[in-house]
């Protein structure tokens, strides 16, 4: 067999809010997919990462790369490229180069707001901005609860703009036994919406236990 093709390129962010367990796995999932991605995280999500999964990210970018795809158990797959957030020169930070694709996961209220207001003051809420003025695909997987009206109107001012506000709400309707079956009910949702074949839960109408018959 001969090396495996690249099936595509994504952005990933990961932004300060809860749910470091959603980052990890679907970083775990792009890769096994054989994505290249492009990844970027700012400095609260470190600190969330820290808080969540006893992750402590080393400094240098190759490093944080080696430390990520041991945390997330995929050595080889995939290609994974790790900027800063000053980090202008990267494929991201242009239309010319960007990938079609960006998942804010998790996406704090504050980046939110920077994206809705079109701030570009970090790569992350640079990207975003290009995919948007770009007509690319932008996921926000939100975390917060209560939502204020200040949150409401950022997301029905993005989704008016065609992104798609994804709150990482996971349904309990496939019986989760596990916080893996929460966390893969999130990461698929993403994985459909993003056009990457995933196996992590079970498609509505499919191969579901013990729905019962009314
Ligand atoms: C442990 C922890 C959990 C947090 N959870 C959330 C959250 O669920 N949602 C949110 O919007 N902000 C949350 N925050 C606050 C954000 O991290 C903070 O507003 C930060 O400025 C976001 O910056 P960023 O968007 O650059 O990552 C949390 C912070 C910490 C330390």
């Not at 890769?31 to 995280?41: G, P, Q, R, S, W």
């Not at 990210?57 to 158990?73: C, E, F, H, S, T």
Request: proline share 5%; aromatic share 6%.
């Amino acid at each position: 067999m001969g090396e495996l093709m690249k099936s595509m390129a994504i952005s990933l962010a990961v932004t300060g809010a809860s749910g470091a367990p959603y980052a990890l796995s679907l970083l775990r999932q792009l890769l096994l997919a054989n994505c290249t991605v492009h990844f970027m995280i700012s400095d609260a999500a470190k600190v969330v990462f820290a808080t969540e999964s006893q992750i402590k990210l080393p400094k240098n970018n190759d490093a944080i790369a080696d430390y990520l795809r041991q945390a997330v158990g995929v050595e080889k797959l995939g290609e994974l490229n790790v900027y800063s957030k000053n980090d202008w020169m990267s494929p991201v930070a242009s239309g010319s180069a960007c990938p079609k694709t960006l998942v804010v996961c998790p996406c704090s209220t504050g980046a939110l707001s920077a994206i809705a207001c079109g701030a570009s003051d970090n790569l992350i809420e640079r990207a975003a901005d290009v995919i948007l003025k770009e007509q690319g695909k932008l996921i926000l997987v939100t975390r917060e609860m209560p939502l204020s009206a200040i949150h409401l109107e950022n997301m029905l001012k993005l989704s008016r703009l065609g992104v798609t506000i994804m709150p990482a709400s996971p349904g309990f309707y496939h019986q989760p036994q596990s916080l893996d079956d929460l966390i893969n009910f999130v990461v698929a949702r993403i994985l459909e919406h993003i056009g990457i074949e995933q196996t992590l839960v079970s498609k509505w109408g499919y191969d579901q236990p013990n729905l019962p018959t009314l």
